[in-house]
């Protein structure tokens, strides 16, 4: 048996399906995958996403010390900003992709993967200065997701700000009665809202923003949907398309690498491996043939094994077979043909450009067209 977030009561009375997944017993389904992939892309899902770690870090020194260890640019987040950006070894491995949020002046907050909070941790602690507070929250913290189109219309009624709120920016106000860390963020490829709220409240606050979500369309999700979602956005998966034998740069997250912030662990490395060249590279691809890919399968060209699926399924949304795959830089261009081994057959596919869905550019009040999103984090 796995930790239980303190959504898990209301797992059993909406009929989840139950999985392990980093440790936790987690719903891969409520009513159904598909029917919870297509809500949120037409209408709106909840998710249950408090497995995720939360690590506070307090202190003057605290922007210095997170900007060691990320790629991003810390000294650009104002207080209520938030920014996607990963953490790597000094290799240029990843070690995790995580979002940092500045809470105040000396408060920042990080949103770590449930599966590597230990060692984020650890590493945290390993190269936290004296002076600098690092905190675990997690326990004490829940993390809902609201996503689709009309997560914003159901945040307002809730009694929330969403309208008000900008892609990767974040306010603490009221839901439904319940005090709240408010972020726009999400892992769809839609529109939507992270709430963070104490771990003792989180129960009420599922329980009321379905109630008040009801009319709209809004249904429970779970990690199922999730998966087809971020990868039919050609978001990432740590343990998947990154890890930490997988740098960034062959991630495809380059644009989450600023070169110009200063020293960070793991800069060294990315830096030669950019300037000498990619010999391998993440790339999508459809199946011509009918078959699912699947995480681990063989990727070949002319029978010689060139790289492996990292995600695949079905597609709800874009209504094909998709993948992601790590494969040699010379077969990534858009258009080459690959062979996916699935059961010992070859399969025919074909490397198209990413994402393999791009939500319609509804305008986003207070955030311009489109809305936030992150690369992975979960």
Known sequence: ?????????????????????????????????????????????????????EVEVIGSGGAAFIQRLVTGDVGRLVPGGAMYTLMCRPDGGTLDDLLVYRLDADRYLLVVNAATTAKDLGWLREHGPAGVQIIDRTDETALLALQGPQATAILEEAGGFGVELKPFHARKGTVAGVPALVSRTGYTGEDGFELYVCAFQALKLWNELLRIGRSRGLKPAGLGARDTLRLEAALPLYGHELNEDITPLEAGLEMFVKWEAGEFIGREALWDQRQKGLTRKLVGFVMMDRGIPRSGYRVEVDGREIGWVTSGSYGPTVDQNIGLAMVDIAFSTPGQRLDVVVRGRRLAAQVVEKPFYRRPRRRVPGGGPGAAETGGAQ
């Open 1 to 53: 048996m796995g930790k239980r977030t303190p959504i898990y009561p209301a797992y059993r009375e909406l009929g989840a399906k139950i999985t392990e997944f980093g440790g936790w017993d987690m719903p891969v389904q409520f009513s159904g995958i598909l029917e919870e992939h297509r809500a949120v892309r037409r209408q709106a899902g909840l998710f249950d996403v408090s497995h995720m770690g």
